[in-house]
């Protein structure tokens, strides 16, 4: 017999399931580093904390929801950081498109 939470559970898996999805996609099809690591990181952190979420209700009581919340946190904290880097890191090696940007930040920062 399927509850309640069970069915708000698989619709949660579901829905972060899709935005991994659409987050595998768009790194598959933008065309520069900055979209990719947008959407490398945006919709693949909610599509994987709505999946734990999923699971840590799928599991009420259980033992293992301890590291479905540990795991989540590890992925709320290391996204951001990677983002930033990779970012640097494609600036540095001037692999952007320069008519994307609507303030280059990062040269006002250097002209000091």
């Given at each position: 017999m399927t509850t309640v939470l069970d069915v708000l559970a698989g619709a949660l898996v579901l829905a972060g399931s899709t935005l991994a999805l659409t987050a595998a996609i768009g790194i598959v099809r933008f065309g520069d580093t900055m979209s990719r690591m947008h959407s490398?990181?945006?919709p693949q952190v909610l599509g994987l904390l709505l999946v734990l979420a999923g699971a840590a209700i799928r599991l009420r009581g259980h033992a293992d929801v301890g590291m479905?919340?540990?795991?989540?946190?590890?992925t709320l904290i290391t996204a951001p950081v990677?983002?930033?880097r990779v970012g640097q890191l494609a600036y540095r090696e001037q692999s952007y498109r320069d008519d994307l940007l609507t303030r280059d930040e990062m040269a006002e920062r250097s002209e000091d």
């Open positions: 490398a990181t945006k479905v919340i540990l795991t989540g946190m590890f990677v983002a930033n």
